[in-house]
Protein backbone atom coordinates (compact mmCIF):
# COMPACT_ATOMS: atom_id res chain seq x y z
CA UNK A 1 0.00 0.00 0.00
CA UNK A 2 2.69 2.43 0.69
CA UNK A 3 4.42 1.77 -2.88
CA UNK A 4 1.23 2.56 -4.49
CA UNK A 5 1.02 5.83 -2.43
CA UNK A 6 4.28 6.77 -3.16
CA UNK A 7 3.64 6.23 -6.76
CA UNK A 8 0.58 8.20 -6.67
CA UNK A 9 2.76 10.98 -5.25
CA UNK A 10 5.40 10.95 -7.55
CA UNK A 11 2.71 11.36 -10.46
CA UNK A 12 1.12 13.85 -8.55
CA UNK A 13 4.08 15.95 -8.14
CA UNK A 14 5.15 14.96 -12.44
CA UNK A 15 2.14 16.75 -13.15
CA UNK A 16 2.30 19.40 -11.05
CA UNK A 17 5.83 20.09 -12.07
CA UNK A 18 6.61 19.68 -15.66
CA UNK A 19 4.43 22.27 -16.85
CA UNK A 20 6.65 24.39 -15.03
CA UNK A 21 10.04 23.16 -16.26
CA UNK A 22 8.75 23.07 -19.71
CA UNK A 23 7.79 26.76 -19.30
CA UNK A 24 11.32 27.09 -18.04
CA UNK A 25 12.95 25.61 -20.51
CA UNK A 26 11.18 27.30 -23.27
CA UNK A 27 12.00 30.42 -21.94
CA UNK A 28 15.56 30.33 -23.51
CA UNK A 29 14.11 28.86 -26.75
CA UNK A 30 15.52 31.09 -29.45
CA UNK A 31 12.08 30.24 -31.52
CA UNK A 32 9.52 32.80 -31.35
CA UNK A 33 6.73 29.69 -30.28
CA UNK A 34 7.14 26.75 -28.16
CA UNK A 35 6.24 23.96 -30.84
CA UNK A 36 10.38 23.25 -31.10
CA UNK A 37 13.22 24.10 -29.01
CA UNK A 38 15.31 25.83 -31.76
CA UNK A 39 18.54 27.14 -29.80
CA UNK A 40 19.53 28.82 -26.67
CA UNK A 41 18.46 32.72 -26.42
CA UNK A 42 18.43 35.16 -23.59
CA UNK A 43 16.15 37.59 -26.52
CA UNK A 44 13.08 36.81 -24.46
CA UNK A 45 14.70 38.46 -21.28
CA UNK A 46 16.22 41.08 -23.17
CA UNK A 47 12.77 42.05 -24.31
CA UNK A 48 11.54 41.76 -20.91
CA UNK A 49 13.85 44.35 -19.29
CA UNK A 50 13.85 46.94 -22.24
CA UNK A 51 10.08 47.29 -21.56
CA UNK A 52 9.63 50.08 -19.14
CA UNK A 53 5.63 49.19 -18.84
CA UNK A 54 7.01 45.44 -18.04
CA UNK A 55 9.38 46.77 -15.60
CA UNK A 56 6.85 49.29 -13.64
CA UNK A 57 4.28 46.48 -13.51
CA UNK A 58 7.04 44.15 -11.63
CA UNK A 59 8.09 47.13 -9.27
CA UNK A 60 4.40 47.53 -8.81
CA UNK A 61 3.36 43.88 -7.76
CA UNK A 62 6.58 43.67 -5.29
CA UNK A 63 5.22 46.80 -3.34
CA UNK A 64 1.70 45.34 -3.12
CA UNK A 65 2.89 42.10 -1.79
CA UNK A 66 4.90 43.99 0.51
CA UNK A 67 2.49 46.64 1.41
CA UNK A 68 -0.50 44.08 1.58
CA UNK A 69 1.29 41.73 3.56
CA UNK A 70 2.25 44.23 6.19
CA UNK A 71 -1.04 46.16 6.28
CA UNK A 72 -2.47 42.52 7.18
CA UNK A 73 -0.08 41.99 9.47
CA UNK A 74 -0.13 44.68 11.77
CA UNK A 75 -4.25 44.99 11.59
CA UNK A 76 -3.56 40.96 13.13
CA UNK A 77 -1.21 42.03 15.72
CA UNK A 78 -3.14 45.27 16.79
CA UNK A 79 -6.65 43.25 17.26
CA UNK A 80 -5.21 40.00 18.03
CA UNK A 81 -5.95 39.97 21.72
CA UNK A 82 -9.62 41.31 20.85
CA UNK A 83 -10.70 38.70 18.16
CA UNK A 84 -7.96 35.87 19.25
CA UNK A 85 -11.16 33.21 20.09
CA UNK A 86 -12.60 34.18 16.20
CA UNK A 87 -9.52 33.97 14.69
CA UNK A 88 -9.68 30.10 13.60
CA UNK A 89 -13.35 30.06 12.20
CA UNK A 90 -12.59 33.13 10.25
CA UNK A 91 -9.20 32.01 9.09
CA UNK A 92 -10.55 28.85 8.06
CA UNK A 93 -13.35 30.17 5.88
CA UNK A 94 -10.64 32.11 3.90
CA UNK A 95 -8.84 29.01 3.60
CA UNK A 96 -11.16 26.93 2.32
CA UNK A 97 -12.21 29.38 -0.41
CA UNK A 98 -10.11 29.43 -2.91
CA UNK A 99 -8.27 32.57 -4.51
CA UNK A 100 -10.36 33.11 -7.51
CA UNK A 101 -13.66 33.10 -5.67
CA UNK A 102 -12.51 35.54 -3.37
CA UNK A 103 -10.92 37.84 -5.88
CA UNK A 104 -14.32 38.04 -7.85
CA UNK A 105 -16.59 38.53 -4.71
CA UNK A 106 -14.50 41.31 -3.81
CA UNK A 107 -14.95 42.51 -7.64
CA UNK A 108 -18.56 42.28 -7.47
CA UNK A 109 -18.58 43.79 -3.71
CA UNK A 110 -16.08 47.22 -5.31
CA UNK A 111 -18.57 47.35 -8.54
CA UNK A 112 -21.85 47.01 -6.54
CA UNK A 113 -20.63 49.20 -4.12
CA UNK A 114 -19.67 51.83 -6.66
CA UNK A 115 -15.53 52.17 -5.35
CA UNK A 116 -13.03 53.31 -7.48
CA UNK A 117 -11.19 50.03 -9.22
CA UNK A 118 -7.92 50.89 -9.19
CA UNK A 119 -4.61 50.42 -6.55
CA UNK A 120 -6.85 50.82 -3.13
CA UNK A 121 -8.85 48.04 -4.60
CA UNK A 122 -6.57 45.87 -5.22
CA UNK A 123 -4.51 46.18 -2.22
CA UNK A 124 -7.88 45.82 0.13
CA UNK A 125 -8.04 42.26 -1.88
CA UNK A 126 -4.61 41.60 -1.09
CA UNK A 127 -5.07 42.05 2.46
CA UNK A 128 -7.94 39.74 2.72
CA UNK A 129 -5.53 37.30 1.09
CA UNK A 130 -3.13 37.91 3.50
CA UNK A 131 -4.56 37.62 6.60
CA UNK A 132 -4.91 33.88 6.62
CA UNK A 133 -1.24 33.40 5.70
CA UNK A 134 -0.56 35.99 8.94
CA UNK A 135 -2.62 34.07 11.04
CA UNK A 136 -1.01 30.76 10.41
CA UNK A 137 2.34 31.54 10.10
CA UNK A 138 3.81 35.20 11.26
CA UNK A 139 1.44 35.66 14.29
CA UNK A 140 3.02 32.79 15.93
CA UNK A 141 6.25 34.27 15.23
CA UNK A 142 4.93 37.66 16.85
CA UNK A 143 3.66 35.94 19.89
CA UNK A 144 6.82 34.47 20.79
CA UNK A 145 8.56 37.82 20.50
CA UNK A 146 9.28 39.87 23.34
CA UNK A 147 6.34 43.24 22.97
CA UNK A 148 9.86 45.65 23.51
CA UNK A 149 11.50 44.56 20.27
CA UNK A 150 8.17 45.07 18.45
Do not use: C, W
Not at 12 to 19: G, H
Amino acid sequence: MKKIANLYLAFVFLVLYIPIFYLIAYAFNAGEDMNRFTGFSLSHFQNLFEDSRLILILVQTFFLAFLSSLIATIYIYQVRKKYQDAFPSINNILMVAPDVMIGASFLILFTTAKFQLGFLSVLASHVAFSIPIVVLMILPRLKEMNDDMI
